[in-house]
Structures are given as C-alpha cells and as structure tokens.
Nanobody
Framework: QVQLVESGGGLAQAGGSLRLSCAAS????????MAWYRQAPGKERELVASITSGGASNYADSVKGRFTISRDNIKKTVIYLQMNGLKPEDTAVYYC?????????????WGQGTQVTVSS
C-alpha cells in the first residue's frame, strides 16, 4: 500500500522552529513536483511550498524567508519543511502531496496531515 506519512508537527512558541517530514512508503517519488499545503480552521487548503526534482522551490508569500522545503533525492522517499520564525497564523494542519511511483504506475497522494500549533 502506497502512502505519505507526515511527522514533526506539534506545539511551538512564536518565533520558534519545527521541522516537518513526509515519508513515502510502498513507493518512491516519481520526480515530479512535491509540495506542502496547510489548512487552518475555517479556511481553504493553501499551498505553502513546492519543490521540483531539480531542487527549484517556490513559496507562499506568507512564509518566504522563514520556511525551507527540501527533498532527499537519493532515497527519493522523504521531503522536509523547515519552519523558522513561526507565527500564530502558521497554526494549521500541514499536508504533503506528490506523485508516487510503484510498479511502473504513478499516482498522486496526500498525507494524513500533521497539526502545527503556534502560541503567542
């Protein structure tokens, strides 16, 4: 069974840091775009950051300069989101998303989400 599993969420104080991980099991990243999204209560899910297989990254304006996305291109099974300078408005459930390849087939998957709560 192919799945994406996020970890590393939790409670942080404003100004603090957290590092999220997203691990693929049962397959590996296809080389397409991988991304982190987040959804705060009462709000739509939004793109936080994305990264190509070549390492080119893109960020939402609200997190530029504070968050860094990276991927393990050797293992091809893990991506990360380093979050520094956290703000209360970063509080949300964070999801990873991307294309996973298994047995010659590629499908898009979402993780189950990990809660990030930032206190002021």
């Amino acid at each position: 069974q192919v799945q994406l599993v996020e970890s590393g969420g939790g409670l942080a104080q404003a100004g603090g840091s957290l590092r999220l991980s997203c691990a693929a099991s049962g397959g590996y990243f296809s080389g397409n775009l991988m991304a982190w999204y987040r959804q705060a209560p009462g709000k739509e899910r939004e793109l936080v950051a994305s990264i190509t297989s070549g390492g080119a990254s893109n960020y939402a304006d609200s997190v530029k300069g504070r968050f860094t996305i990276s991927r393990d291109n050797i293992k091809k099974t893990v991506i990360y989101l380093q979050m520094n300078g956290l703000k209360p408005e970063d509080t949300a459930v964070y999801y990873c998303n991307g294309d996973i390849m298994r047995g010659g087939w590629t499908s898009n998957y979402w993780g189950q989400g990990t809660q990030v709560t930032v206190s002021s």
